[in-house]
């Protein structure tokens, strides 16, 4: 009889010192399909590795060999002699198809609504097919995959605003400014998450053009990486006239950007808006500057009290995905049974039974 299953190891039962051993680039995936195949006896086969998880969704004849050889499979291939069945879970039948369609709309990722894991199944498949390892069942199951994250994410909300505080900053940056392509940034201090940041930033069209750290030597480095200018820790305010976003990150213990430092600049500036961002704690930038009308201040709670409604708004809409989903499945379902000829009626009683 033929089995539809899928499953392996992902964030929420195993930890990342186990998924690490076994991770696979993207590069491997031929080698590694054809391994799997053979170890695990399959039909058809797609695997699946990103950071969270490493998956695989198959058609066998024999559901034993697969439960067991999933272990196999990964410790042969790359070396690791690790119990991975105790920490994998197994999907069959039914479980298997609404398994792939929520992974595909994003419900089981660690971010929830995260849109990369749709691109990383497409990529997993289309490398499956063009090695012969997809036929009838999983070319349909996964092109019905890609129907169903489609319609989530085009009838949800289960997508929208951002959930991590270099996003929101984007956002917000997006809101004040319209298009960012043109707007200037300067870092004060060279942390990692104002390094992010900024990055976010830039991607959407805006450049680092000031880099200023207490250690200048720091400065220099950083502003090496991004494309930017260091300049000394005591010229930055001078430099504020210039820009249009800043972003401060220094382990300073008190404020470093006081409404009194910025008033000295402020009027250079003929009214443009600054957008600042104080991802420091303590605090980098002193409340009362948000006085001047035409500055926006952020500190990092209110970037990550926005991130976390946003989160929450989307965990509201997870129920309504499901049922967005079901008929997908539904639909999948009344194709199998339909395409499985009578030799094949142990498989659709195999599935409805999963």
């Known amino acids: 009889m033929r089995v539809l299953v899928g499953g392996g190891l992902a964030f ?24 799997m195949k053979d170890i695990m006896h399959l039909e058809e086969g797609v695997l699946l590795s990103t950071c969270n998880r490493v998956e695989f969704f198959s058609v066998c004849k024999n559901l034993d060999a697969v439960s067991k050889g999933w272990g196999q499979f990964l410790r042969f291939y790359h070396k690791k002699n690790f119990p991975f069945e105790s920490y994998s879970q197994i999907y069959t039948g039914k479980y298997c198809i609404s398994h792939l369609f929520e992974l595909a709309s994003g419900l089981k990722s660690m971010v929830v609504g995260e849109t990369e894991i749709l ?53 917000l940056a997006e809101k004040l400014f319209g298009k960012l392509t043109g707007c200037s940034i300067i870092l004060v201090g060279a942390g990692a998450v104002s390094e992010a940041t900024a990055r976010a930033l830039q ?12 250690t200048y030597e720091k400065a220099l480095e950083l502003s090496k990486e991004i494309e930017a200018e260091a300049i000394p ?42 957008f600042l961002i104080d991802l420091a704690v303590p605090r980098d930038i002193d409340p009362a500057v948000e006085d001047f009308e035409e500055v926006y201040c952020y500190n990092i ?36 049974v339909e395409s499985i000829n009578s030799q094949d009626s142990q498989f659709i009683r195999n599935f409805r039974m999963a």
């Open 301 to 336: 709670d209110d970037l990550q009290t926005i991130a976390d409604q946003n989160l929450k708004d989307r965990l509201a809409e997870v129920d309504k995905c499901k049922r967005l989903i079901e008929p997908h499945i539904e639909r999948f379902y009344s194709w199998l």
């Open 203 to 214: 991607k959407k069209g805006a450049n680092v053009i000031f880099v200023a750290n207490r």
């Open 233 to 274: 820790w005591s010229e930055f305010p001078s430099r504020i006239a210039k820009v249009d976003i800043l972003i401060s990150s220094t382990s300073a213990p008190h404020y470093v950007i006081t409404k009194e430092k910025l008033a000295a600049h402020i009027g250079r500036r003929a009214g443009r808006p600054l």
């Open 119 to 171: 691109g990383q199944l497409k990529e997993a498949y289309m490398i499956a097919k063009e090695r012969g390892m997809t036929q009838k069942y999983l070319n349909r199951l996964f092109q019905a995959s890609f129907s169903a994250a489609k319609s989530v994410r085009s009838s949800t909300w289960i997508t929208r605003g951002s959930i991590s505080v270099s996003a929101v900053a984007v956002d």
């Open 12 to 35: 929420d039962t195993s930890p990342i010192e186990l998924r690490e051993q076994v991770a696979f680039r993207a590069e491997e995936y031929p080698q590694a399909l054809s391994l």
